[in-house]
């Protein structure tokens, strides 16, 4: 899939908010990693994939486990995939302002919120949709630990990849066979995005 030709429309006051984001951080630096070309890119990849397992007369309440500065959550809300509801969930304890901040917008309707707290620990119980891109911050026993935790009907999207360089990356998969091996779910689309520094694997299934 060609990233950079796929077309993705923002809303402008979105976008006014995540420079309010960066600018309010403690750590600038660290917010605009989030949105680097590598993370721009792999979230709008998963998007464009999930669209085509969604119907599109519902919507969907939305869990995203590590969902770090809310940036996923933003780039949802303006898919056109029908969103009633995001919870994003993050151990560190910086991102929960910085993904308010955000997602300001839907903060305000009341259809986002942003939890810190452990995934292994912290369920949402009523997720439609249960996104994890962080698989590669984790170990096996803690993924399974999450993974068994989740409603048995809902869809489930995994993102990894194979940058072993990271020292917070302890669990990368080196192709996307041994990821899915690893997944525990019933897969219905895999796929992979070449980015500059590394391979992005998707899966989704149930």
């Known amino acids: 899939m060609e990233i950079k030709n796929t077309p993705f429309n923002v809303n402008i006051e979105d976008v006014l908010f995540w420079m309010d984001a960066i600018r309010n951080s403690k750590d600038r630096d660290r917010v605009l990693e989030s949105f680097w070309k590598g993370q721009v890119y792999s979230k709008i990849w998963l998007i464009e994939n999930l669209k ?13 486990y590590g969902g770090w500065n809310g940036v996923l959550a933003a780039l949802l809300y303006n898919s056109g995939i029908g969103i009633n509801h995001i919870t994003s969930v993050d151990i560190d304890t910086a991102c929960e302002e910085i993904a308010l901040t955000t997602n300001k917008r839907y903060e305000m309707q009341g259809r986002f919120t942003a939890v810190t707290g452990d995934m292994c620990d912290y ?7 249960i996104i ?3 698989c590669e911050h984790i170990t096996q026993e803690q993924y399974d630990r999450w993974l068994i935790l989740q409603p048995m009907d809902s869809l489930i999207v995994l993102q990894s990849n194979d940058f072993f360089d990271c020292d917070e990356h302890i669990r990368c998969a080196s192709d996307l066979d041994k990821f899915e091996k690893t997944s525990g779910i019933d897969v219905i689309y895999k796929g992979e995005l070449e980015t500059p520094k590394y391979k992005r694997f998707m899966l989704i299934g149930k």
């Not at 369920?123 to 949709?129: L, P, Q, Y």
């Open 123 to 129: 369920v949402v119980k009523d997720a439609e949709i």
């Open 132 to 134: 994890n891109t962080i």
């Open 52 to 64: 085509g397992q969604v119907e599109y007369s519902k919507r969907y309440r939305v869990a995203i």
